[in-house]
């Protein structure tokens, strides 16, 4: 009966390791950071530079933030990452939910303030920088590869810009 009953605490014993071991189970996250732009001069160029612009490009030294949850809030960011010159990151993370945002919307929110050239909608901007850049969730699935594209607008054309007063390209 002894036996019997150290037998079953030492199953409890490892199950309960191997089920702490799984929830400290570390992932090897890899991924790359591109960039586009619009185009923003006067005339319409040659088809080739417009998909050029479109055409994504390796954003080197861009530093994300990587905060637990669905968004962007102020909580502490858990992790810090640069990209190298070809715009790739690693991560080690936990099994969660995480918001990866750039270094700029890890700051506290900061209203724009309307001048000769902007009016800005600042309800839309506090929306947009409560959104991720990029949610990532880790868990079952095998995630690797995650790619994460930033987009330049042209100054007249910015997302949350209810209002453009300056001069435009010609």
Request: aromatic share 8%.
């Amino acid at each position: 009966m002894k036996s019997i009953f150290l037998h079953f605490i030492l199953i409890l014993s490892i199950s309960s390791c191997v089920a702490q071991k799984s929830k400290n189970k570390m992932y090897i996250i890899s991924g790359k950071v591109t960039e586009t732009s619009d185009y923003c001069g006067g005339a319409r160029p040659p088809e080739e530079l417009i998909e050029q612009l479109k055409t994504p490009k390796p954003l080197a030294d861009k530093v994300l933030i990587i905060k637990s949850g669905k968004n962007n809030s102020l909580t502490k960011s858990i992790q810090k990452t640069k990209t190298d010159p070809y715009g790739n990151f690693t991560l080690v993370l936990k099994a969660g939910t995480y918001c990866i945002v750039d270094e700029e919307k890890s700051k506290k929110f900061a209203s724009k303030n309307d001048d000769e050239n902007y009016e800005w909608d600042n309800d839309c901007l506090k929306k947009n920088w409560g959104h991720c850049d990029y949610l990532l969730v880790i868990g079952k699935d095998k995630v690797n590869n995650i790619e994460i594209n930033y987009h330049n607008h042209c100054n007249y054309r910015q997302p949350c810009l209810k209002k453009f007063k300056g001069a435009l390209p010609r």
